[in-house]
């Protein structure tokens, strides 16, 4: 069965980082690319990151280009999302989630999602 | 304001049908596959339909999607109460590399 458990959610003050984590399993996760995406409060999904299976290709969104970093360790089948200088407009649940091919936008799996919030 | 556009709400009476439409320009549903994602409230959202027109296994074929040159839409048919949720569109934009949704549309079943 094929699971994605993000973690390192919380309460931050803006300016201040947080590091996101996703522990997958019941697949091969070096075969796929995965992504976050988030979601503030009573809005709709807003893509983050993508980042390919080898890790040698990313993309991210303008909204957080420059701040956060994606990464991934396949070894230890995890996915992470380095999150800097954090403002208030990154308050959202972030989600962890699985696509099988890179040409198009297939996004199989999705975590249970972790909340950040970045209040003072 | 989305890249994708779609209704902000549609509505109908269970067993009815409904379609929810998804524009976009040349640069993303135009030359991309179109996928589109169920969220009920709560939950995280699930695949519906890939490809434009293709169900992951466990989706009932009263799910359909189609694309038309710069939109798409999903079909659903036989409405039951379990239907309403939010629904969103999603594919690539090939000149700003990056993922895309609609602004999603909430479905309510009368």
């Known amino acids: 069965e094929v699971q994605l458990v993000e973690s390192g959610g919380g309460l931050v003050q803006p300016g201040g980082s947080l590091r996101l984590s996703c522990a997958a399993s019941?697949?091969?996760?070096?075969?796929?690319?995965m992504n976050w995406v988030r979601q503030a409060p009573g809005k709709g999904l807003e893509w983050v990151s993508i980042i390919s299976s080898s890790g040698s290709t990313i993309y991210y969104a303008d909204s957080v280009k420059g701040r956060f970093t994606i990464s991934r360790d396949n070894a230890k089948n995890s996915l992470h999302l380095q999150m800097n200088s954090l403002r208030a407009e990154d308050t959202a649940v972030y989600y962890c989630?699985?696509?099988?091919?890179?040409?198009?936008?297939?996004?199989?799996?999705w975590g249970q999602g972790t909340l950040v919030t970045v209040s003072s | 304001q989305s890249v994708l556009t779609q209704p902000p709400s549609v509505s109908a009476a269970p067993g009815q049908k409904v379609t929810i439409s998804c524009s976009g320009s040349?640069?993303?549903?135009?030359?991309?596959?179109v996928s589109w994602y169920q969220q009920v409230p709560g939950t995280a959202p699930k695949l519906l339909i890939y490809?434009?027109?293709k169900r992951p296994s466990g989706i009932p074929d009263r799910f359909s999607g189609s694309k038309s040159g710069t939109s798409a839409t999903l079909g659903i048919t036989g409405l039951q109460t379990g239907d309403e949720a939010d629904y969103y569109c999603?594919?690539?934009?090939?000149?700003?590399?990056?993922?895309?949704f609609g602004g999603g549309t909430k479905l309510t079943v009368l």
């Open positions: 040349s640069s993303n549903i135009g030359n991309n596959y």
């Open positions: 989630v699985r696509d099988p091919s890179w040409n198009t936008v297939n996004l199989d799996y």
């Open positions: 490809d434009n027109n």
């Open positions: 019941g697949f091969t996760f070096s075969s796929y690319e």
């Open positions: 999603g594919t690539w934009d090939s000149s700003l590399s990056v993922v895309v």
